[in-house]
């Protein structure tokens, strides 16, 4: 029997991912691809932990720093040294618009009509929904 979303909806679907970050969006769409009627429950904010507070943050930091630590080495690959200085309000700028970038377009995947997004807290009421 397909699962049913009490007090949000009548209608029912063959899979209800929980989460809308990367892994339930892969999970969806692949769902989808497989003929599935997907539906996605996630209370937000939209674009998931991975996007909003995990790794794209702490790679837009690493990739400054790791940028940062190979100009200071830039005699050890014949070219004249540089003393290069940190402005971390770019920094920071530039990750905000990086993971602003990426949440949009998970947004708008999430969005896209052959889901049904349910912008919502989930949780079990009974044996089938």
Known sequence: MSPQLSHMSDRRHDV?????????YAAARTARDAGADVAIVDQG?????CILRGCMP????LQSSELMALMKRTREFGLAPVTPRADLSAIVDRKNRLVQEFADYRIAALRDPRFTLYESRFGFVGRRS
């Open 16 to 24: 209800v991912v929980i989460g809308g970050g990367s892994a339930g």
């Open 45 to 49: 904010p939209l674009g998931g932990l």
């Open 58 to 61: 702490t790679k837009t930091f």
